[in-house]
């Protein structure tokens, strides 16, 4: 179990994610987890685009 928190409990899921599966880690944060993912050195790369077959679009 991690001990930290905040930044740094960010941090250390993603190293420990990395360090065991080698893939890279994704979230969907927004808000505040946002900008604490940002803290932690996280960076955003587009935005969120959901697909569906067959779905219907929900407004």
Same mark, same amino acid.
């Given at each position: 179990?991690?001990?930290?928190? !905040?930044? $740094?409990?960010?941090?250390?899921? $993603?190293? +420990?994610? $990395? #360090?065991?599966? %080698?893939?890279?880690?994704? %979230?969907? /944060?927004?808000?505040? +987890?946002? #900008?604490? #993912? /940002?803290?932690? !050195? ?9 697909? !569906?077959? !067959? ?5």
């Amino acid at each position: 179990m991690w001990a930290s928190t !905040g930044e $740094a409990a960010v941090r250390d899921t $993603a190293v +420990a994610h $990395a #360090a065991t599966t %080698g893939l890279p880690l994704v %979230g969907y /944060e927004r808000g505040p +987890a946002l #900008a604490l #993912a /940002e803290r932690a !050195g996280f960076a955003k790369i587009g935005a969120l685009r959901v697909w !569906g077959w !067959g779905a219907r679009e929900e407004n």
